[in-house]
């Protein structure tokens, strides 16, 4: 049965709520288990995040399905230290009829702030369609839900097209139809970027970008400059594939066998993932392009039929009445998370931070608003090196570990120098000066300057002349790359 916009309007009813309890044991008959649950909040929590807002209708929806699924505060608790792909995995271990049933919650989600942010809009059908859950609307679209380490780059409104080897026909097929792909995705606020063209632009373009990169990277030197025209020409769009996306997703276990586009999936909650999700070319990229376009534009249109006196009831369930009663509410948003980052940023009453480390060696407090512990690249490299030194060291013994040393620091540092760079290596190790001391000083002072006394755990500490060491869980850092380091 159709029902209007206005029905949608789900605000919360305590007395109804109530009335309804007796019969949600239906929905907690379903096979979810607790790890379910956990993947579930955590869906949840990104789907009402997403649009940047935060309103009462959305909080009071949550608070409903919570207790229909009997999610308590430990499941959502563990949903903050998973990713939305971990998340989407486990949720697709499911059968299809607890499939639909989260079909239905998220779609009602949606619409419990009574508008429907496009930002929404790609993420619901995203969750549809990387869950697979068996619908004639989502058959034939073979796609995937990945999170993935803070890249050095913003893709929020691209489309790229990636591959892991090279597809004649696929890329003949996207060559004949750019101008209708591009168009399709600008229609739908995406921007198409197939790497072949930008590469090929580039190349005959060559002097333009590095006159653009003389301005827009100050830090680079001429050598640089020079390296990066010298080896433009011999990039391809199978290399970029691999070295943007490739590489990190098969090390972590997902195979991409064939050619696919990427969309960036936005999240208003500060994290160390971008999301994305991978839909296959198929033999048509235009008509595969076409069919997501228009499943995303219809995707609150999707409404399975009722089979079961179960599903009925977890249907009403979901309803929610128009309260008559004004609220006393507030929308939420991002500053509001800053705000009581700062608020807590100098106490210990938060849970311990994790650590993520890009690949360039920054290093961010993930759980503190993602903020940078700024420090030299030397200590950076020293502090890395013991992240990797679970069981501690003397610092007597660093001398060994020069060739450890380097490789951080080489990956690190912006100097193109090799003998600057071993010469700082052999001054650290050999204590030439004050070179250790300062440098565990400065690291020091990078994390007590966030976290106050809380900084402890942090810190490379040890007795005078034993093994120093980070008493960090190591199951708090997070590595964009650590193979690079090592």
Known sequence: MKKTRQKYNLLYNRNEVARLQPKIGDAKTMKFKEQHKTALAKVLSDLVQCDGIVNQGEIDFLQQVYGLFNITLTSRKKATNISLSEAVAILKSLGNEEKIAILRVIRQLSLSDDALDPAESLLLTALLLSIGIELPETEGINA?????PNLSFETRNAVLYVEPAFDKKINACIERDYEAISNLLRQAQREFFYLPKVISDLKTKKKTFHNTLSYIEPTLSEAQLDHIDTTLPQLDSLFLSKEIFLNYLNANGLKIKKPAFFLKIGNMKPGIYQDFLIIETGTNPLQTLERFVQLNANILNINPPVITPKEETFIRNLTLKTETEPKDELNYTGFHKIIIDILLKYNGLHEVSRLFINRK???????????????????????????????????????????????????????????????AIDNLTDFIGSTMNANLSRIRKAFRDILGDEANIYLIKGEKGGRKNIHLDRSLVVFEDRKAFE
């Open 361 to 423: 060696g920054d290093i961010f407090l993930i759980d503190r608003n993602n903020t940078e512990v700024k420090m030299p690249a030397l200590c950076k490299a020293l502090y890395i090196f013991f992240l990797f030194q679970e069981d501690g060291i003397s610092l007597n013994y660093l001398n060994d570990h020069k060739s450890e040393l380097y490789k951080i620091y080489r990956c690190i540092s912006t100097y193109g120098d090799e003998e600057l760079l071993k010469t």
């Open 144 to 148: 995937n839900f990945v999170s993935i």
